[in-house]
């Protein structure tokens, strides 16, 4: 089994910056693409950024240029590194990997931690 554990969350003042890290740990898998989501009450969960196994990077259009996302794959870690936060961002982010292991592949999830950003 590969879990996925989060760390970084908090609260911030508007403006300020917050980086999110995610671990992967298990035992014989790899991964392919890494991903941040973050969720509201009462609306879906949305894709905030990608980065894929060649480090090719994509970002949602609210946050682009005002975070970055990174990935150590030795440590099969992802970050994200989040300035210029306003309240608007405010929400419980979600680190998510395709993992690839005994010749399948698994959807993980890391528990999500809470980003509050105060006007």
């Known amino acids: 089994q590969v879990q996925l554990v989060e760390s970084g969350g908090g609260l911030v003042q508007a403006g300020g910056s917050l980086r999110l890290s995610c671990a992967a740990s298990?035992?014989?898998?790899?991964?392919?693409?890494m991903y941040w989501y973050r969720q509201t009450p009462g609306k879906q969960r949305e894709l905030v950024a990608a980065?894929?196994?060649?480090?090719?990077?994509n970002y949602a259009d609210f946050v682009r240029g005002r975070f970055t996302i990174s990935r150590d794959n030795a440590k099969n870690t992802v970050s994200l590194q989040m300035n210029s936060l306003s309240p608007g961002d405010t929400a419980v982010y979600y680190c998510?990997?395709?993992?690839?292991?005994?010749?399948?592949?698994?959807?993980?999830w890391g528990q999500g931690t809470l980003v509050t950003v105060s006007s």
């Open positions: 298990g035992s014989s898998f790899s991964v392919n693409g």
């Open positions: 980065i894929s196994s060649d480090g090719t990077t």
């Open positions: 998510n990997m395709w993992v690839l292991r005994n010749g399948g592949a698994l959807d993980a």
